[in-house]
């Protein structure tokens, strides 16, 4: 039997290289089969994901450019109606200067009727309404006008002083007073 197991080839046991290889084969495998993993993951992920943020991205854009331009209107028109608000207020501002003008010239024309008329009351009442009317005419006029309206203040002070004392000389300051007045008038509102 020996001589039997002569022609038999013994097996031989397997190589380490060939160990090694089929080692490497497999874990070739499993890394492809990990990458094609990881790569179909990220695939799913942009599907889910990013595909739907960047569809919600382009609205947010469109929406934006149209708030955008929703707001360059919107201050379009806030400029015409601040330059009307600007126009309507010197407006508003001009005619409270006549009112307050025109309410010191009546009260010192009725001042001089009731001079005429001899009642002092009434005169002092009127003047006192004058006065009134001047003050608050005089924050509203230009600079130019302060030395004028300064003038005017004496000239109804004095009126008002010489009204009991000496009636003749309280007319001739509310006549001085009421041509001051008119040309006031004639100067800030022209006759058109």
């Known amino acids: 039997m020996s001589e039997l197991n002569k022609d038999i080839p013994a097996s031989k046991p397997p190589k380490a290289s060939a160990r090694l290889s089929a080692s490497l084969v497999a874990a070739l495998r499993w890394f492809v089969v990990a990458l094609a993993t990881f790569g179909l993951g990220a695939l799913l992920v ?24 929703v707001i360059a209107t919107l ?3 806030k400029a015409g109606l601040t330059s009307q608000v600007n126009a309507l207020t010197a407006e508003a501002s001009l005619a409270n200067q006549h009112i307050y ?7 010192v024309q009725e001042a001089s009727l009731a001079l005429a008329e001899n ?18 005419l005089t924050p509203l006029l230009d600079a130019t006008y302060k030395t004028a309206l300064s003038e005017m ?29 008119k040309l006031l008038e004639d100067n800030l509102f022209p006759r058109r």
Do not use: C, F, W
């Not at 003008?101 to 009260?107: F, G, I, P, R």
């Not at 000496?166 to 509310?174: F, K, S, W, Y």
């Open 101 to 107: 003008l025109l309410q010191t010239l009546t009260s």
């Open 46 to 69: 942009s599907v889910i994901y990013l595909i739907p943020t960047r569809q919600k991205l382009d609205k947010a854009t469109a929406d934006l450019d149209q708030a955008t331009q």
């Open 153 to 181: 203040k004496q000239e109804l002070a004095l009126a008002q002083t010489k009204m009991t004392v000496e009636p003749q000389n309280a007319r001739t300051h509310l006549q001085k007073l009421q041509t001051n007045l």
């Open 75 to 77: 201050e379009a028109e």
């Open 119 to 136: 009642d002092t009351t009434a005169m002092g009442l009127s003047l006192q309404r004058a006065s009134q009317a001047l003050d608050s």
